[in-house]
């Protein structure tokens, strides 16, 4: 039997020996927005999708920056690949724990560039906690002993189309992605060539233009400022 699942593009993907390139972020979005949290255990179907959209979002109203945004969006990306497992089995699954960690510093690298520090690892597990408060208590009737963490954005646990989930998440997706790569390049462009550049500036308004494709609201007022920003250097 094959060592490689075959993805929603069509991508024949290894999970224990993942290739960035065979990363595709039409996948994990299609694949998270099916999957549904806690192993089905809920009153209603939710997400790991819609979960991963919440922290995204909740860190958004928080003010942090594009990066741990976007790591945010996808911190639960493993789970297309390797399916999503409940915390108390997973402690015991040794081997399942490293090929996450494994994977997921692998998606990290291809879409953020690098890995998370040790202060973004911290801040995004405790949105994630926070968030996994509420979804205990609004889908599994489950309370805590902890006291309820204050949250910026307003829940719904309504049942959303996964079509819907699926487009919001690549919104989100392609406009902190292309928020990432702006001060990137912003930070780059005194120190690289026109043609790094040029090439860089390509990517990232095509994220801005697919956003806006997807009717994200900030998409052109992004592009808009990026262009300006770089319009020197450059034409578009």
């Known amino acids: 039997m094959a060592d490689y699942i075959t993805t929603y593009s069509g991508t024949h993907f290894y999970p224990t020996d993942p290739k960035p390139e065979d990363i595709h972020i039409t996948d994990i979005a ?69 090929q996450e960690e494994h994977l997921l510093e692998v998606i990290y690298r291809w879409f953020l560039g690098s890995s998370l520090t040790m202060e973004e690892q911290e801040e995004l597990k405790k949105i994630d906690d926070d968030l996994l408060y509420y979804d205990l208590q609004e889908l599994l009737n489950e309370s805590s002993e902890r006291e309820a963490p204050a949250l910026h954005i307003d829940l719904s646990y309504n049942v959303e189309p996964f079509e819907t989930i699926e487009k919001k998440y690549l919104q989100l997706y392609y406009l902190y992605q ?43 007022k992004r592009l808009e400022k990026f262009v300006a920003a770089f319009s020197k250097y450059l034409l578009f």
């Open 30 to 98: 299609h694949a998270l927005s099916l999957i549904c949290r806690g192993n089905g255990h809920v009153k209603t179907f939710f997400s790991v999708g819609q979960h991963c959209i919440n922290c995204a979002l909740e860190a958004d109203a928080r003010g942090y920056s594009s990066r741990l945004i976007l790591a945010c969006l996808l911190h639960d990306s493993s789970e297309c690949y390797m399916s999503d497992v409940p915390r108390p089995f997973k402690k015991t699954l040794t081997e399942y724990q490293k």
């Open 178 to 220: 292309g928020d990432v790569s702006f001060e990137r390049l912003r930070k780059k462009a005194r120190i690289t060539s026109n043609h790094v550049i040029r090439q860089e500036a390509r990517f990232i308004t095509d994220c801005y233009r697919k956003a806006a494709e997807l009717k994200h609201p900030e998409a052109e």
